[in-house]
């Protein structure tokens, strides 16, 4: 009798056991919508001047940040947490592969709860955060829209701004990009390494052909300017008047036409080197002296140049920087405020920090090596003689500096990542040759309207 | 409660025993419910809504996605294309894969031969099988890199070629590659099903080949084909509906783009793409319906056919 009973237990809460682990992955959905109210927090129109009362010290409570990028954030989350020492931060971090981060933050944003109080957003989905509604908060509550552009670089305060030409993210970097070009290469073909001077070769597309043709003549073949056609994309794309979608219809501008005709001709000239970017010959082709000149944004003298480096080359000074045929910008990170969030003080007093306190972000720059976006902040490191970059023998603050507010921020669409992509995927069809310039443009238009055609028109 | 209790108490013992049945098979139930009838009947609604997937609720549009999704077949579109695909990488994975796992399952099982560690073959055959399919695909990636990829450095230090060939750049070296990954990953799991096909012929009709004198291709032929046609029937089956739902290889392998010009992209990866890449999760929906009235259509047409044979 007790073994029975024993084993109808056992059984019973065996199988028990099976179910609730099978629950588990349900989560907690126990807080229902209804516990968010929306924005009590009128009190929040406080503006600056009000919150000046307040010591850094007095700030307490509880922040939620969420991040694509641990090496990015968790040292920036550090630095706030020195100077608001009574603040709690819970950095919360998923990598943003097969946009794991972005769903992660729709699902949130839809379903209103764990939303974080901060969110960041990477160059390629800005846009599509910022233009979500109920997703980032207006920021013109806490500071107005012309006193931003006057104090941050301005094309970045025109990505985080949406369609309807509210401010909601703002970026403590600017990206800002030129040629990186290997040294000892212009030297050998060129006989100068002076910026000024290389950067004449890059100065318009007839000259490019022609610095690819001789640097494959005079190296018997060898050489070649590029690595792969998404440096001079990047290049072209930043370049443009127009960006790819225009009142709601893709749009081509000519210097994407411009673009294509030069492509094809480095290509079949032999200089550009047919790798894609991001993989391991990529990387290698850092080190190697064959591939020219790079695709170099603010970030990408350590995420680029350096890491992919050999310990002897480190710091040398064997690369260089000039400039591209037009400024033009690559990537970056923004940050705003969730729309419902219970703690928008104290959210904005992060970005408020990460972004407008100078003195952070000099101490910052010097620290990470990020291109700050703080105009102030800029003008002063730009004369520093200690922000002289090891790896390139030039100081980019004074480099960049200059060309910065030139940079067009209006041409960024919330689609840009989409048609880049399927622009990207029919330029190497087509320079591979296996497809021609008509059919180039077929595949990329219908890719567009398959991906988009529900959002944009497309011809 | 109580009425319920004494209800209980008046089943006979055949009901009781029947009632726990019920019991411990209804958390499969509900969990199924949950995470697979659910979704499939949101699915079936959405198709009839766009959705962006974010914070704006779905709309109702009728029959809108349906008929982009005709259009897109009528009209050749990336959808037509990606069905094309689906079935050409299936067709150039399920031929040299069934032909293969049935030589070396017939060589395996055969007791006349004397191949010494039959037992570790079969092992190491179906090895492949345990790997993540990813982590292959990935891995051929890099050994068909252009211009420096393994086999390029390979058929140039060969003296094969002179200049490296860009494999995924060209329509069928990718194909080709997908369906490769799939057959050398699934052959094992094939053989060791239709080993154990084999070994369930009875002994007899063997025995009655060799009397009346037939060779090895003969006893192949006549015995041990039609013996294992239901297994066949049910391995076919079996491994269209799992080809048709191909994704992951070529997925990784061509890292979501379907390149090159779409040539393969399969139709999952399709459904992705439009649902999770470019948030248009109405019509991911309505493509999601339309492979399951594909794959259902298959499928019926597969069963008919085992039905018919076997009558």
Not at chain 1, 184 to 213: C, H, N, Q, R
Not at chain 1, 246 to 259: H, S
Request: a neutral charge; one cysteine or more.
């Amino acid at each position: 009798m007790n073994s029975k009973f024993l084993k109808r237990a056992a059984s019973l809460a065996l199988s028990g056991l099976m179910i609730t682990s099978l629950m588990a992955g349900c989560g907690n959905k126990t807080d229902p919508g209804a516990t968010n109210p929306p924005a009590t927090n009128a009190p929040e129109a406080t503006t600056d001047a009000g919150n000046q009362a307040k010591k850094p010290e007095d700030f307490t409570g509880k922040l939620v940040i969420g991040h694509f990028n641990n090496d990015e954030s968790s040292p920036l989350v550090e630095e706030f947490k020195k100077k608001y020492p009574n603040v709690e931060v819970d950095l919360q971090v998923t990598a943003d592969t097969n946009g794991a981060y972005q769903t992660l933050i729709t699902t949130a944003l839809r379903s209103g709860q764990d939303v974080p109080d901060v969110f960041a957003a990477e160059s390629a989905f800005v846009k599509r955060f910022v233009n979500l509604p109920d997703a980032y908060e207006d920021l013109s509550k806490f500071m107005s829209t012309d006193e931003l552009k006057s104090k941050l670089v301005p094309y970045t305060v025109e990505i985080g701004t949406d369609n309807n030409g509210v401010v909601r993210a703002l970026s403590h970097q600017a990206t800002a990009a030129a040629v990186g070009y290997k040294r000892e290469m212009a030297k050998k073909y060129f006989e100068t390494d002076d910026p000024k001077e290389i950067g004449k070769l890059f100065s318009s597309a007839d000259e490019i052909v022609k610095t690819g043709k001789k640097l494959v003549e005079s190296s018997g073949g060898k050489a070649k300017l590029f690595p792969g056609m998404a440096e001079l994309m990047r290049m072209y794309l930043g370049a443009r008047e127009q960006g790819w979608v225009v009142d709601g219809k893709l749009t081509i501008d000519d210097k994407v036409k411009e673009f294509v005709k030069i492509a094809k001709e480095l290509r079949d000239i032999g200089a550009e080197g047919a790798l894609e970017a991001w993989t391991p010959q990529w990387s290698a082709a850092v080190e190697d002296d064959i591939h020219f000149a790079y695709a170099i944004p603010t970030w990408g003298i350590p995420w680029i140049i350096d890491v992919n480096q050999s310990e002897a080359n480190k710091g040398t000074g064997n690369w260089g920087l000039a400039e591209a045929p037009a400024p033009y910008t690559w990537g970056g990170t923004w940050f705003g405020i969730y729309s419902k969030s219970q703690n928008k003080e104290l959210a904005w007093e992060f970005i408020k920090f990460i972004t407008l306190d100078e003195d952070q972000s000099v101490a910052w720059a010097k620290k990470s090596g990020d291109f700050i976006s703080n105009r102030a902040a800029i003008e002063k490191l730009s004369k520093d003689p200690e922000m002289i970059s090891k790896t390139v023998n030039q100081n980019p603050y004074e480099f960049f500096g200059p060309m910065i507010t030139g940079i067009n921020g209006k041409i960024i669409t919330e689609f840009d990542d989409q048609i880049t992509n399927a622009f990207q995927n029919a330029m190497l069809s087509y320079l591979a040759g296996n497809i021609n310039e008509d059919q180039m443009w077929a595949q990329f238009k219908d890719q567009v309207r398959s991906d988009l055609g529900e959002q944009i028109t497309v011809e | 409660m109580g009425r319920l209790y004494s209800l209980f108490k008046r089943l006979t013992r055949n009901d009781k025993y029947a009632l726990y049945g019920y019991l411990f098979i209804l958390p499969f139930f509900i969990v199924m419910s949950i995470f697979i009838i659910y979704p499939i009947f949101k699915t079936f609604y959405l198709s009839f809504t766009d959705w962006q997937g974010a914070t704006i609720p779905p709309v109702w549009v009728g029959l809108k996605n349906y008929k982009r999704l005709f259009q897109d077949v009528l009209e050749g579109g990336i959808f037509l294309q990606s069905i094309k695909n689906t079935w050409i990488l299936w067709i150039c994975n399920v031929i040299p894969q069934f032909v293969g796992a049935l030589a070396l399952a017939v060589l395996l099982t055969d007791r006349s031969n004397k191949i010494k560690g039959k037992e570790f073959f079969r092992a190491i055959y179906y090895l492949p099988n345990l790997v993540t399919m990813a982590s292959i695909a990935a891995l051929f990636s890099f050994l068909l890199g252009y211009p420096n990829g393994a086999v390029n450095d390979l058929l140039i230090a060969l003296k094969l070629r002179k200049e490296p060939f860009y494999f995924l750049q060209n329509v069928w070296a990718t194909r080709l590659s997908v369906s490769t990954i799939l057959t050398w990953m699934w052959f094992g799991y094939t053989m060791i099903i239709f080993m154990a096909g084999i070994k369930s012929i009875p002994e007899e009709l063997f025995e009655a080949a060799k009397v009346d004198g037939a060779n090895k291709w003969q006893t192949f032929k006549f015995v041990t084909l039609p013996q294992l046609k239901s297994i066949m029937t049910y391995q076919v089956v079996t491994s269209i509906i799992g080809g048709l739902s191909m994704y992951d290889i070529p997925q990784v392998l061509t890292n979501g783009t379907g390149a090159p010009q779409n040539k393969v992209t399969t139709m999952v990866m399709h459904i992705y793409r439009q649902g999770f890449t470019n948030y248009n999760l109405g019509y991911a929906s309505a493509v999601a319906i339309g492979l399951f009235v594909h794959i259902f259509i298959v499928v019926l047409i597969a069963l008919k056919f085992i039905n018919r044979k076997e009558a």
